[in-house]
């Protein structure tokens, strides 16, 4: 009898979502990608918004400040994720 060939294993899909308003009374979609984690899947924090040190997407619904924070991924290398929510001033 012949064995059947095996398929090839298919690649796990990125978990690729949009970014919303970390706000969650407003949860607008911004215009980036982010993983389940909300880590950006193309780093594009050099898009972020600068007040001195904080970096931030600003929602154009409510207005307020979704804060970009550099962190590092398991083989070390440096990527961003919205990390928390700032209302308007």
Partial sequence: MNAA??????KKAPDIQVLRC???TCR???AYEVDSNN?????????????GELRYFPCPKCGGRNIVEPI?????????Q?????PKA
């Fill in 28 to 30: 607008e979609m911004l």
């Fill in 5 to 10: 060939p095996s398929l090839p294993a298919k």
């Fill in 82 to 86: 919205v990390a928390r929510f700032e």
């Fill in 72 to 80: 590092r991924d398991t083989k070390g290398a440096v990527k961003h």
């Fill in 39 to 51: 880590v950006l899947y193309v780093d594009l924090a050099w898009m972020a918004r600068q007040a």
């Fill in 22 to 24: 970390l706000n969650p």
